[in-house]
């Protein structure tokens, strides 16, 4: 059993074609029976915010960021377990920032990795960036990772 947390950079490569679209899909689409996936409500906030912006700068059409965002919204229910940005969460972000010296957002993404390792039993969870700061200060934190664009 494999436990993911996917962060923003990441998923969003599952609704647009960019490199390290292929790692996320086969990622998704080949799941063992007992792989899980985490990612934070924060990622509903940043994704959702990404598209959008998209849309507003017309580098999509806003109905192309309407469908992406109901297929990403309707993925979370069916295949994410979200986790809250909670006060355990932004406590140990505080932490995250001050011994990594990662943004806000990173860090909050780090935290709630951290948190639900901590709760998991084997194997570890294994966090899944793009952001080379995040992968980085995830692996010294002793958390196993993925980045999709060097698969």
């Known amino acids: ?38 990612t934070s409500f924060l990622t509903v ?3 959702t915010s990404s598209i959008l912006r998209l849309a507003k700068g017309s580098y999509i059409k ?3 960021a ?10 979370l229910s069916e295949m994410f377990q979200i986790w809250p940005v909670d006060d ?10 001050e011994k ?6 990173d860090a909050i993404h780090l935290a709630t990795a951290a948190v639900i390792s901590e709760l998991l039993s084997e194997p570890k969870l294994v966090m899944v960036s793009s952001d080379r700061e995040l ?9 196993q990772t993925i980045n999709p664009l060097k698969q």
């Open 66 to 75: 309407a469908e992406m965002i109901a297929r990403f919204r309707r993925d």
């Open 100 to 105: 990594h010296l990662l943004r806000s957002a």
């Open 1 to 38: 059993m494999t436990s993911y947390y996917i962060d923003t950079s990441a998923l969003v490569k599952r609704y647009r074609v960019e490199q390290g679209t292929a790692v996320i899909d086969n990622l998704l689409h080949n799941p063992t029976q007992e792989d899980r996936y985490f």
């Open 88 to 97: 355990e969460v932004l406590s140990t972000s505080i932490g995250m920032v």
């Open 45 to 47: 906030l940043e994704f």
């Open 135 to 143: 992968l980085i200060a995830a692996e010294n934190a002793r958390i």
């Open 62 to 64: 806003e109905n192309t």
